[in-house]
């Protein structure tokens, strides 16, 4: 069976399945194979329901590759995804076919009871599936399916198409172990048993299926960051002005995922993030002064990016500022002159220090 996920009613189909196909081999009493029509009808009820859940899933996708602008690599993974579900629907479609014919040859359904007739025999199973060779037919069409999926989304799923030393419940019953695929599906197998193993066959298709689509649409827009908190930032000149003075700053609308946890670095050494905002702090280094006593310099901030598809992403810029150079202003504060050696009381400032002048007189 597939080692994609399945659900609890699958796992307990599956289960049933293998029970009453041992219970088969064994020769217990004809009842077994009205169990296996119930059995039968079950399983392609599942398998339509999963098969209804793989067609939302994929229109779903067609609207997410829409509203995120028909990029090409969303179109190409797209067009991968609706080839894979042509196929899906050819096989599955197959095997509708296979049941069908195996109905008819065997007389078609009983007018009272709407069953086929013939569910014991097993005449008409050998003469199709063995003897004409559609058993083999079969194999290479489940096998390649399932190899292409493999190959498609990157992940490997088990053969659907099992010998019996392949199979993890016959492979240990000597009596079944060294029989291929066709010989253990359908020789000596009654037409009822056939349909519920055809019909298992199917519903393994389908639920491999969903499990691509799921690994597919998580490669869609993997590396993209989904923001989904919003701030807003005023980038101003100085958050001090004097009264009557004009206040200007731009307004922004910052974005950040709470889903992605950035580093980063000025000047190359990494700085405290919190909430997603770098805290820079470093004291202004002096330089070559200008005629307004400013003197220009820059750092490099870089922001590091670990994607919710496992790629990184670097975003770098260089950030200018200015250094203004300290003048110091010393006046008398009461009187405009100075008296040597007298206490002088004095007002000094350094006007270019701003809100940073703290001094400390010796």
């Given amino acids: 069976m ?7 009613r699958q796992k ?7 029970v009453l196909t041992a219970m088969l081999a064994l020769q217990v009493s004809s009842s077994v194979l009205d169990k296996f029509m119930v059995l039968s009808g079950s399983i392609d009820k599942s398998r339509e329901l999963q098969f209804s859940q793989n067609e939302r899933a994929i229109q779903a996708l067609k609207n997410g590759v ?9 179109i190409k993974i797209l067009e991968q995804l609706l080839a894979m579900h042509q196929d899906t629907v050819a096989i599955v479609h197959y095997i509708d076919g296979l049941k069908k014919q195996l109905i008819d040859l065997e007389g078609g359904l009983d007018r009272l009871t709407k069953l086929p007739k013939g569910l014991k025999s097993d005449t008409m199973v050998a003469r199709l599936m063995i003897n004409k060779g559609e058993g083999n037919v079969l194999k290479n069409k489940l096998n390649k399916y399932i190899a292409q999926l493999s190959k498609l989304v990157h992940k490997p799923y088990a ?6 030393k392949e199979h993890e419940f016959f492979s240990y019953d000597p009596n079944q172990a060294k029989k291929d695929f066709v ?3 359908f020789d000596h197998t009654p037409l009822g048993a056939a349909l519920a193993t055809l ?3 199917a519903s393994e298709v389908v639920t491999t299926e969903a499990d691509a689509i799921l690994t597919l649409g998580n490669v869609m827009g993997a590396s993209d960051v989904k923001f989904d908190t919003l701030k807003l930032l005023a980038n101003t000149k100085s958050y001090i002005v004097a009264a009557g003075s004009k206040y200007e700053a731009d307004l ?4 950040s995922s709470s889903g992605v946890s950035p580093e980063m670095f000025i000047n190359n050494q990494p700085i405290v993030v919190k909430d997603g905002v770098g805290k820079i702090s470093f004291t202004a280094a002096p330089g070559s002064y200008d005629s307004h006593g400013l003197a220009k310099k820059s750092f490099k901030a870089a922001v590091k990016l670990k994607l919710p598809g496992g790629k990184e992403s670097i975003i770098t810029d260089d950030i200018a500022y200015l250094v203004a150079k300290p003048v110091i202003q010393v006046k008398a504060a ?3 002159s100075l008296y040597r050696n007298c206490g002088n009381e004095l007002d000094i400032q350094v006007p270019s220090l701003g809100v940073a002048y703290n001094p400390v007189l010796k």
């Fill in 2 to 8: 597939a080692t994609s996920k399945l659900s609890p």
């Fill in 12 to 18: 307990m189909i599956g289960v049933i399945y293998l």
């Fill in 66 to 74: 829409k509203d995120m602008g028909n990029r090409p690599a969303d």
């Fill in 159 to 164: 053969p659907i198409a099992l010998d019996a």
């Fill in 183 to 185: 010989t253990l599906n």
């Fill in 199 to 201: 019909s298992q066959f």
């Fill in 252 to 255: 922004i609308l910052a974005a």
């Fill in 334 to 336: 009461t009187v405009q």
